[in-house]
């Protein structure tokens, strides 16, 4: 076995069967470490526990957690898919056969290869970390925006008449409405709680308690429940935290596994992409951007010239005015650059945040108040809505070209414009 | 009729949109009735002496007790409740008398409820006496819930405010019990329904509640330290090394890039040319005041066009890795987006920001505010993709028959007044 070869290599014995089982611990799920041992020697027992462990780990949280979980062959096929999409080089994953069988050493080099891309773990832990506070939606679209593994395609296929996407679009704006009045129940209600159990935390930082919190002294058997899932993330955080002191080892073992791969030297073969895929996010970004550089430069070439046309005999105080200038701009579009390549709006915190209750008067510390988030999200709706508007413009000025080559024709708008 | 793939885009973003929208208005609604049931008056606790079979559940959100207890657990019950009544009374000889709102926490209620069950004359005795003490407009109203064993001295329900709608059913053993010690000066209380309005700021979180979250806070904080020991550099290069060697042993000439990179970098330019944008109206609405804003303002207007530039550059550079098939053999259409970051960006483990506010109000404008840049947010999205796809179609028809003119009506519609008004559109013939 791999552990008594390793003797001499510095790791203590005992440590990498230690490490695997802080990592069977911690992962969700996770296969107990004797399919690890399988695994590297490819046996094909290991291979459908390594198949479902990697569902879980790559499909969207919301997907794992309320429905029962698909067939293998869909799980297969999901995984290949994801790995496919984060850029797993070796071909050899998209060979293995669907019914989840074959493959094991695959599959743990494929797990391996997630583990070392980045805080893979951390991660998952997050994911169905226990929260026992109170909080408020405040989130970027992006996460709106996908909740789940995508519908499979199957149902309106037929092409569709414009008034079913009209009634869509009725159907969304109904349903902000009702979120935005379920919202303020909520507030509203968390506000009372908030108050009648003012002074009970433990935590004097806090003062109150939370719905988690109260629920939990209301009802002993969810409070248990909740005892109980807390016990256990505990026990995978520790386990976590063992995994990081013990990991060396692991990574060294799994230089073995993957010395002992057959080298792949089959050509590639691709198979056709799908062809309804359509113009996709990159076509739409490269519309906008050369929208913006037309206009751009619609806007540029009249004032240089005008520019030009006044330029000379300003004198030489002028030419250290015009540095200043250069670099003023120069270091203001670096620092524009900065903003959208370091992601995510500086506005917006990332984290959760926890609701807590306190007089206006009587706020120190760290943490966010309220009123200046809401400044700042004033700040964004304007902007949006600005957006909204331009965009709104541009296609009333588009629809005006077009239907104005059409003679005989009044069109009358909408009132309230 | 639109297109078949234009149809299978749009409607697919739609329902997207809207699922997003249904998945956040159920967990709204799950918190909604955890918090309206919080305010309610409290269930007492029931015993099975009482009542042995439970009553029908009418919240499915409360999780079903997992089977009804056997009868070992229920005599095993009967005998705890019955040393506690004991202990109950025991304490009681010594306690003052009198003592009512003191102790009036949920632990002494929570034993006083599970003792008056199994010995309802003793304690209905007591209790009537309390409870012809107690004021009742402090409003402690309830229902008399019949067949539920507890003693008759219950006030008449008077108040509207206070619904004993759900029938939580509490056949098992209360742990509190356990947990919570037996306060000196509990009287067997009359079992007074708890609300939160007015006991509230008695509760107080059990204690081994307490050490798990707190051992649980300091676990995440130890996770998401940075480490910076030898052990960690290690690692993280036995780790770069071994990606390395996967990538050179795969034997595939790709250019490295994944889909969902490319995705995130689209997403990247798509900021970028919103961010320009405004930059750009900015620049454009104001007048410049003397000849160095003017050349701000030209310089500005300038760099902004190289950087599009640059953004086109790299975005074609992007078509031709995907268009290339550089990126793998086998995308099926549109990938499941995975879960796990890309570059690890956002640290997973921070621990809960504090979020202070001052009044509801204030709360709910935060949410409803958040709310509403949340839709926007999606509409100049949704817009986006609209007018990508429908604007063409409107080129494309041909005009003017009813067809098109419908199509132009509904597309006006949907992209200007974002669904909510529609134009008239009149044919002016000439008079013949």
Known sequence: MGRRRRRGGGARVGALPEAIAAL?????????????????????????????????????????????????????????????????PRRVLARLPEDGSQGSRELLLALAWLLARGPLLEHLLAQTRVWLGDEIPLWQYEALASPGPPAPCQEADGPVDIRHLQWLMGTLRFRWRDLITSQQELCALLGKIHSYTRGCHSDRGLGHLSVAETELLRDPEGGRQLLQRLESENTRLEAALQWRRRELVFWQWMDTVLGSCPLQTSPATFLPRDPASGPGELELVARELRGLHGELQGAVEPRRAAWEAKAGGWGPEWSAAQRATQ????????????AWEQGGAPAQPHRPCRLVKRDARAVEGPGLRAAELTGALRIRESRLETALGQLQTRCRQELARLAGAEPGLIWILPPGR | MLPLDCSRRLVAELRDALDACAERQRQLERSLRVSRRLLRTWEPAETLAAEPTPEPETDEEVPPPAGTPSPQDLRELELLTQALEKAVRVRKGVSKAGERHGALSLKSAATSRATTASAPPGASGQAG?????????????????????????????????????????????????????????????????????????????????????????RLWAQLSSPQTSDSKDAASMAKTQFLQKM???????????????????????RKACSLMRQRMEEVLSADPADRIQE?????????????????????????????????????????????????????????????????????????????????????????????ADLLPLVGAREPPGPPWLALCRAVHSLLCEGGERFLTVLRDEPAD
């Open chain 1, 24 to 88: 069977s611990q911690t992962l969700p799920a996770g296969p107990s470490p004797e399919i690890f041992r399988r695994a590297k020697f490819d046996r094909p027992e290991a291979a459908p526990a390594l198949w479902q462990l990697l569902f879980r780990v790559l499909s969207p949280p919301a997907a794992a957690g309320t429905r029962a979980s698909p067939a293998l062959g869909a799980q297969v096929r999901l995984v290949k898919s994801a790995l496919c999409s984060q850029g797993y």
């Open chain 1, 327 to 338: 670099e003023a701009v120069g270091r203001d579009l670096a620092a524009l650059q900065r």
């Open chain 2, 129 to 217: 006496r309390r409870t012809s003490e107690t004021k009742p407009p402090r409003g402690v109203h309830q229902t008399t819930v019949p067949a539920r064993g507890l003693p008759e001295c219950r006030l008449p329900s008077v108040g509207d405010r206070t619904r004993m709608g759900r029938g939580a059913s509490t056949t098992k053993p209360r742990p509190s019990l356990r947990d919570q010690q037996i306060p000196p000066s509990a009287a067997p209380q009359a079992p007074e329904a708890f609300t939160l309005k007015e006991k509230g700021s008695l509760l107080k979180l059990p204690m081994a509640y307490r050490k798990v979250a707190s051992q649980n806070s």
């Open chain 2, 247 to 269: 990538k050179t042993t795969s034997g595939w000439p790709g250019s490295g890039l994944a889909a969902a990179e490319v995705e995130v970098e689209a997403g990247l330019l």
């Open chain 2, 295 to 387: 050349y701000y303002s030209l310089l500005t207007l300038e760099g902004l066009q190289a950087i599009t530039g640059q953004c086109l550059h790299r975005l074609q550079e992007l078509r031709a890795a995907v268009a290339g098939q550089q990126l793998g053999p086998w995308p099926e259409g549109r990938c499941c987006r995975a879960s796990l970051p890309c570059g690890g960006r956002t640290d997973p483990t921070w621990s809960p920001q504090l979020l202070f506010y001052s009044s509801p109000e204030e709360l709910q404008s935060l949410a409803v505010l958040g709310l509403r840049v949340a839709m926007l947010d999606q509409q100049i999205h949704l817009q986006k993709v609209l007018m």
